[in-house]
């Protein structure tokens, strides 16, 4: 990739890198052509001016008058072999809040400025150090919650994702080149490829781009939690379930029924994925407009459940669980899994019986899961995990299979899908080669701006504006 360097200014900028607060080290990371001579003019030991590159240092951080402010180890980059690919020297100094804001007086007295948010990042991918999709990915690593979410930015981070959109590129500009070479010799009637052998090569891009434009909804709920409606009638013990599987008390649990008016969510992390549980409202008919409300909340997030936990009680009547299925049944989705718990067993002896009497009179999807037991019972909760786990282990992405998260990269992957598919429809009509070039220049149109190599001054704005500032 070439350097964009009209994207960045010669500035020396410099950023606390670490969490603001006090801890136990800070570092200030400090990046430009002036980068290590000012920091050298801060510092007292051993001449960073001629330390080679990545080489740390211990010395002694000095105001104009010698005054000693902190001892500091001093890390110096040279670029081009620094995440910036400019000169960078990252201070560690101790994590006083006064010495952070001290030596951060110095550096800007000495006429360096204060970096913006993820300007580092965005110096980086000016001067060819990562690509686009690699600099987005390292905010979804800072941001990630689970193990799931880490390995997916972990992936895009180390390039495998920009791998597969070179790989896109190439055989695209190919299959572009062989169409507009065609055209200078439209005369002599040369057919450089077929187009049987051309549109199979478009059809298989297609299936590719497609299937990675697909894999966003997926990527979605590894990134902001695995949605989980649990849903039944009131006073099941949904509150209850999921205060146990919180591990605090989130919802006011009554046995007065219709307590819970309104969705209450929040998320906690099971296994290695990040799980977002909404308690609803008990579904029943009422006159309440509140709690009426309420209800059709519920009903709106079992339809958007990667899974819905159906709570069914078990000292209740077989007529209520029944009117209870049949309410939320027709909203649950085909690609959605079903746990049915069947609830209070601690308190009915014959709940067992109960559940096969219910799986007899109801029809269940194939793979629901059926649990007899306790919202309280931390036995039970825990099968319950573990089976939430294993079904989002088996719905995620397996190892090495690339998963969109970002939806800047849904949308050009949908743009890209569509012009290689005009450009297959073009090639399949007979279409003249200089207007499916047209398509397919269109493509990786589409393509380039998701790495970068195509893009703009006030795209880069929006991206870089949202990570945090000393990235």
Same mark, same amino acid.
């Given at each position: 990739?070439?350097?964009y360097?009209?994207?960045?200014?010669n500035?020396?900028?410099?950023?606390?890198?670490?969490?603001?607060?006090?801890g136990?080290?800070?570092?200030i990371r400090?990046?430009g052509p002036?980068?290590?001579?000012?920091?050298?003019?801060?510092?007292q030991?051993?001449?960073l001016?001629q330390?080679?590159?990545?080489?740390a240092?211990?010395?002694?951080i000095?105001?104009?008058?010698?005054n000693?402010?902190?001892?500091?180890v001093?890390?110096?980059f040279?670029?081009?072999?620094?995440?910036?690919g400019?000169?960078v020297?990252e201070?560690?100094?101790h994590?006083?809040i006064?010495i952070?804001?001290?030596?951060l007086e =110095?550096?800007?007295?000495?006429?360096?400025?204060?970096a913006?948010a993820?300007?580092?990042t965005?110096? +980086?991918f000016a001067?060819?150090r990562?690509d686009?999709i690699?600099?987005?990915?390292?905010?979804?690593?800072i +941001?990630?919650?689970n193990?799931?979410?880490?390995?997916v930015?972990?992936?895009q981070m180390?390039?495998?994702f920009?791998?597969?959109?070179q790989?896109l590129?190439d055989?695209?500009?190919?299959?572009?080149s062989?169409?507009e070479l065609?055209l200078?010799?439209?005369e002599?009637d040369?057919?450089?490829?077929?187009?049987?052998?051309?549109?199979?090569l478009a059809?298989?891009?297609?299936r590719?781009?497609?299937?990675l434009?697909d894999s966003?909804?997926r990527g979605?709920?590894?990134?902001?939690g695995?949605?989980?409606?649990i +849903?039944?009638e009131?006073n099941?013990g949904?509150?209850?379930? &999921?205060n146990?599987? =919180?591990?605090?008390?989130k919802?006011?649990?009554?046995?007065i029924?219709?307590?819970?008016?309104?969705?209450?969510?929040?998320?906690?992390?099971?296994g290695?994925?990040?799980?977002?549980?909404?308690?609803?409202?008990?579904?029943?008919?009422t006159?309440?407009?509140?709690?009426s409300?309420?209800i059709?909340r519920?009903?709106d997030?079992i339809?958007?459940?990667?899974?819905?936990?159906w709570?069914?009680d078990?000292?209740s009547?077989?007529?209520?669980a029944?009117?209870?299925?049949?309410r939320?049944?027709?909203?649950i989705q085909s690609?959605?899994?079903?746990?049915a718990?069947?609830?209070?067993?601690d308190?009915?002896?014959?709940?067992?019986?109960f559940m096969?009497?219910l799986?007899q009179?109801?029809?269940?999807p /194939?793979?629901?899961?059926?649990?007899t037991? /306790?919202?309280?019972?931390? +036995?039970d909760?825990?099968?319950?995990?573990q089976? &939430?786990s294993?079904?989002?282990?088996a719905?995620t992405?397996?190892d090495?299979?690339?998963t969109?998260?970002?939806?800047?990269?849904h949308?050009?992957l949908?743009?890209?899908a569509q012009?290689i598919?005009?450009?297959?429809q073009?090639?399949?009509?007979?279409?003249p080669?200089?207007?499916v070039?047209?398509?397919?220049?269109?493509? &990786?149109?589409?393509?380039s701006?998701l790495t970068?190599?195509?893009?703009t001054?006030?795209?880069?704005?929006?991206?870089f504006s949202?990570?945090?500032v000393?990235?």
């Amino acid at each position: 990739m070439e350097p964009y360097t009209q994207m960045i200014n010669n500035d020396t900028i410099c950023a606390i890198s670490t969490p603001h607060g006090c801890g136990g080290i800070a570092v200030i990371r400090v990046s430009g052509p002036r980068a290590i001579e000012t920091a050298a003019k801060l510092w007292q030991g051993k001449s960073l001016k001629q330390s080679v590159s990545h080489t740390a240092h211990l010395g002694t951080i000095v105001d104009r008058d010698g005054n000693a402010i902190d001892e500091a180890v001093a890390t110096i980059f040279r670029g081009p072999r620094s995440f910036t690919g400019e000169d960078v020297v990252e201070l560690s100094v101790h994590g006083s809040i006064y010495i952070q804001k001290r030596v951060l007086e =110095l550096l800007l007295d000495h006429g360096v400025r204060l970096a913006e948010a993820g300007e580092f990042t965005r110096r +980086a991918f000016a001067n060819g150090r990562m690509d686009l999709i690699q600099a987005e990915s390292i905010a979804d690593i800072i +941001a990630s919650r689970n193990e799931a979410s880490h390995r997916v930015a972990m992936s895009q981070m180390r390039g495998a994702f920009s791998s597969r959109i070179q790989d896109l590129h190439d055989r695209l500009l190919e299959m572009a080149s062989l169409l507009e070479l065609e055209l200078d010799f439209s005369e002599e009637d040369v057919e450089f490829a077929s187009r049987e052998k051309l549109i199979s090569l478009a059809e298989e891009i297609h299936r590719y781009v497609t299937h990675l434009a697909d894999s966003f909804s997926r990527g979605r709920v590894i990134k902001e939690g695995i949605p989980v409606t649990i +849903a039944g009638e009131t006073n099941a013990g949904k509150s209850t379930l &999921l205060n146990s599987l =919180l591990g605090e008390d989130k919802a006011i649990v009554s046995d007065i029924r219709g307590t819970t008016r309104d969705s209450i969510e929040d998320t906690v992390e099971i296994g290695s994925h990040l799980f977002r549980f909404i308690d609803t409202a008990g579904l029943r008919d009422t006159s309440d407009p509140i709690e009426s409300i309420g209800i059709s909340r519920a009903i709106d997030n079992i339809a958007k459940a990667s899974i819905v936990i159906w709570m069914v009680d078990s000292t209740s009547t077989l007529s209520a669980a029944e009117e209870s299925w049949a309410r939320i049944s027709p909203k649950i989705q085909s690609h959605a899994r079903l746990i049915a718990f069947i609830n209070k067993a601690d308190i009915n002896r014959d709940a067992s019986a109960f559940m096969q009497t219910l799986a007899q009179a109801i029809t269940l999807p /194939s793979d629901t899961i059926l649990l007899t037991g /306790s919202a309280q019972s931390e +036995a039970d909760i825990t099968a319950l995990q573990q089976h &939430l786990s294993d079904i989002a282990t088996a719905t995620t992405a397996p190892d090495g299979e690339i998963t969109i998260t970002n939806i800047r990269h849904h949308q050009a992957l949908k743009a890209a899908a569509q012009s290689i598919s005009q450009a297959i429809q073009g090639l399949r009509t007979n279409l003249p080669g200089d207007l499916v070039a047209q398509d397919i220049r269109e493509t &990786l149109h589409h393509l380039s701006t998701l790495t970068g190599s195509i893009t703009t001054p006030d795209l880069l704005t929006h991206i870089f504006s949202h990570f945090c500032v000393g990235k």
